[in-house]
């Protein structure tokens, strides 16, 4: 299961990668991740978007998963990915414009202007990584990543 998890992590950081690479190097990283998102929504790539979205939501999938495989009492193990999935996005739509609406050193909001005119506003967070430079002047270590909403907790 861990050998999966990597090997998710890793296909998702090539994806993100190839994006941004891809959407040239003067777009910012919150745009350049909010299209990889998109991308990977409208290609139904489940570990493309595992890979950009936040923690919270990466690890809510999990404990869900966890869940899952628990109810049927072992027999299998579920992954994360089999947790998500991506329905009823149109395959012929894609990102025709993105701008960067407002950011500062924790939160980000793109706006994403689709090929058939709609437009839809992604919410990303800047998660720092576990390795911390001892370089006072490096730039901090992390990455954008979209804000998922998660379920509340309470009842309805």
Do not use: N
């Not at 090997?7 to 991740?33: I, K, N, Q, Y």
């Not at 495989?69 to 025709?96: C, F, H, K, N, P």
């Amino acid at each position: 299961m861990k050998a999966a998890r990597v090997a998710l992590f890793v296909l998702g950081w090539v994806t993100l990668v190839t994006s941004m690479v891809a959407c040239g190097r003067d777009e910012s990283e919150p745009v350049a991740v909010a299209r990889a998102y998109a991308d990977a929504a409208r290609r139904s790539d489940v570990p493309g978007m595992l890979a950009v979205i936040d923690h919270d939501a990466v690890a809510e999938l999990q404990r869900a998963a966890e869940r899952a495989s628990d109810q049927v009492g072992g027999r299998r193990s579920i992954e994360a990915t089999e947790m998500l999935q991506i329905a009823g996005v149109d395959r012929t739509l894609a990102v025709a414009e993105a701008k960067l609406g407002e950011q500062d050193s924790q939160t980000a909001t793109v706006e994403l202007v689709m090929t058939d005119g709609r437009t839809v506003v992604v919410h990303l967070v800047w998660e720092p990584s576990d390795t911390a430079s001892s370089d006072p002047e490096a730039e901090p270590a992390g990455a954008w990543k979209v804000r998922v909403p998660l379920p509340s907790a309470q009842p309805s």
